[in-house]
């Protein structure tokens, strides 16, 4: 079984930044496509920022330019740098990615539980 656990959530003023981390545990050969979703209060859960396990990376418009996604494959971590925050960025952060338990499978998508980044104004 695969574990994803998030951290680095908070609260931060307007124009600050934070620094997400997702760690995957358990039965892991490699950590393939994975990603930061995020959703605010009343509304969907929407994509953030994608990395490939090669290092290719796609955002949102609304974070491109501030957001930036990395992954430490030996680490089998993903993180989210997040700067010039605003308060429409308020939401709940959630980590996701497929993850392969030998060479021999196929990825198995997961997600963490989640962590709440507050901006204010």
């Known amino acids: 079984q695969v574990q994803l656990v998030e951290s680095g959530g908070g609260l931060v003023q307007a124009g600050g930044s934070l620094r997400l981390s997702c760690a995957a545990s358990?039965?892991?050969?490699?950590?393939?496509?994975a990603g930061w979703f995020r959703q605010a209060p009343g509304k969907q859960r929407e994509l953030v920022a994608i990395?490939?396990?090669?290092?290719?990376?796609n955002y949102a418009d609304s974070v491109k330019g501030r957001f930036t996604i990395s992954r430490d494959n030996a680490e089998n971590t993903v993180y989210l740098e997040m700067n010039m925050l605003k308060p429409e960025d308020t939401a709940v952060y959630y980590c996701?990615?497929?993850?392969?338990?030998?060479?021999?499978?196929?990825?198995?998508?997961?997600w963490g539980k989640g962590t709440l980044v507050t901006v204010s104004s």
């Open positions: 996701n990615a497929d993850v392969r338990a030998s060479i021999w499978q196929s990825g198995v998508n997961y």
């Open positions: 358990g039965s892991i050969y490699r950590v393939d496509a």
């Open positions: 990395i490939s396990s090669g290092g290719s990376t």
